[in-house]
């Protein structure tokens, strides 16, 4: 690296742990802290999509790793499943940049994806995460380390009660089904996005945004907001930011919701192996 790339590096770096240091680096640690995200000995792939939000998770474990308790080894790792030239000369321009040493791979993923009839996005999501376990093992790695941030959160929470019938959330951490001993954690969990957005113009970095080849022929033909699969969220968040301006707090009472569930005050719920309970089961006997 150049003086002057090094030096812009440095500023980069500079803000998360200064400018940004409550909005940013204090929940990112929280967050590791509080779901004891991170432990001695582990071997973490971090996941780069070469959007804003994994970027900035790269810088956050370089910084833990010069500043943090935790003995641990990180990997950044990239997939390239079908990104066009410029995206990936982007991915590659950002890494140089802020000092990332990416380990890179291959797929088609968006061609399988993009020869789907219907909606693609939850093929290719599950087809990436697959991708990214295998490699991930195939490195020694115990777990993968996703950029997905507090506003991610709060719209799954939502969605799932407007669109599937159900109240769930997204676990700051999960143990894979498919991938033996191989854990999802989310070490972003409590950042919220519009800290990202704030740090990334800040810094006057671009990253790309949604790289999909779907999405790309969507926007050129103008049928971007007519995808059920993108617009759902899209729409979701538009309805988030209408009723905070009724309630600020209301992205934290959502995320609070989960937190203080009564299992009392529930119609029916399901334990952890599946089996659905009913509250009548044991009414009776609360008298």
């Known amino acids: 690296m150049s003086d002057k790339s090094t030096d812009r590096c440095r500023d980069i770096e500079r803000s998360i742990i200064k400018k940004y240091r409550k909005e940013i680096w204090c929940k990112f640690t929280k967050a590791i802290n509080t779901y004891d995200l991170i432990q001695d000995g582990d071997k973490i792939a971090v996941c780069i999509s070469g959007g804003k939000d994994s970027m900035l998770l790269a810088k956050l474990f370089q910084e833990l790793a010069r500043h943090g308790k935790h003995n641990f080894e990180v990997i950044f790792l990239a997939m390239n499943p079908g990104y066009s030239d410029a995206n990936y000369q982007n991915i590659l321009r950002n890494a140089e940049l802020m000092n990332i040493p990416l380990t890179i791979f ?19 999501a599950r087809m990436r995460r697959g991708a990214l376990y295998s490699k991930a093992q195939e490195l020694g790695c115990n777990k993968i380390a996703l950029g997905h941030h507090f506003d991610d959160v709060i719209e799954t929470i939502f969605m799932a009660m407007m669109y599937g019938g159900q109240i769930q959330t997204m676990m700051p951490k999960l143990h894979s089904t498919n991938f033996k001993g191989m854990e999802l954690i989310r070490p972003l969990y409590l950042v919220r996005e519009e800290d990202i957005v704030h740090w990334m113009n800040y810094n006057e970095l671009k990253f790309i945004r949604c790289a999909c080849k779907l999405t790309e022929q969507l926007e050129k033909e103008g049928n971007l907001h007519n995808d059920s699969s993108v617009s759902k969220r899209a729409e979701t968040k538009a309805i988030i930011r209408k009723l905070r301006e009724i309630n600020p707090y209301l992205e934290s009472n959502i995320f609070k919701s989960v937190e203080n569930v009564s299992i009392n005050a529930l119609i029916c719920y399901k334990d952890e192996n599946g089996v659905k309970h009913h509250f009548l089961e044991n009414y009776d006997s609360r008298e």
Do not use: A, N, Q, R
Request: charged share 20%; with cysteine; aromatic share 10%.
């Open 106 to 124: 291959e797929s088609d993923i968006f061609d399988v994806t993009t020869k789907v009839g219907g909606s693609p996005c939850y093929l290719c």
